[in-house]
């Protein structure tokens, strides 16, 4: 991985494989933080060195902090309809880990 190593939290969601793929133009290494990190082969294939599929619990801050561990930059791409189909209380807590990590 290059010294710009990238995290995109939801990089197989639909915002996120764009973010994903506007950031390899650039030269980006990724580490594509997913529910689904095996859905990442099929968005992106499975040649390109420069890409890292993980698995992420958002309401895992220990997940959470392991996707982020020596990235140079992070965006956060979760689905808003993911999370705003749980309760209030779960989606506080999901954003809680993203800041705490």
């Known amino acids: 991985m290059s010294m710009r190593l ?5 990089g197989t969601g639909f915002l996120g494989r764009r973010v ?3 950031l390899r133009e650039h030269d980006f290494s990724l580490r594509i933080a997913s529910r ?13 060195p420069q890409l890292r599929a993980v698995g992420v619990d958002i309401h895992d801050e220990r997940t959470i902090a392991d ?3 020596d990235a140079y ?3 956060n791409a ?7 189909s749980e309760n209030h209380d779960s989606r506080s807590a999901a954003n ?3 800041i705490a990590a």
């Open 78 to 84: 979760v689905s808003l309809t993911t999370v705003a």
């Open 36 to 48: 689904h990190p095996d859905r990442s082969r099929g968005f992106f294939g499975s040649g390109d």
């Open 96 to 98: 809680q880990n993203m």
């Open 67 to 69: 996707a982020l561990a």
């Open 6 to 10: 990238v995290t995109v939290f939801g």
């Open 73 to 75: 930059g992070a965006v």
């Open 20 to 22: 994903v793929r506007r």
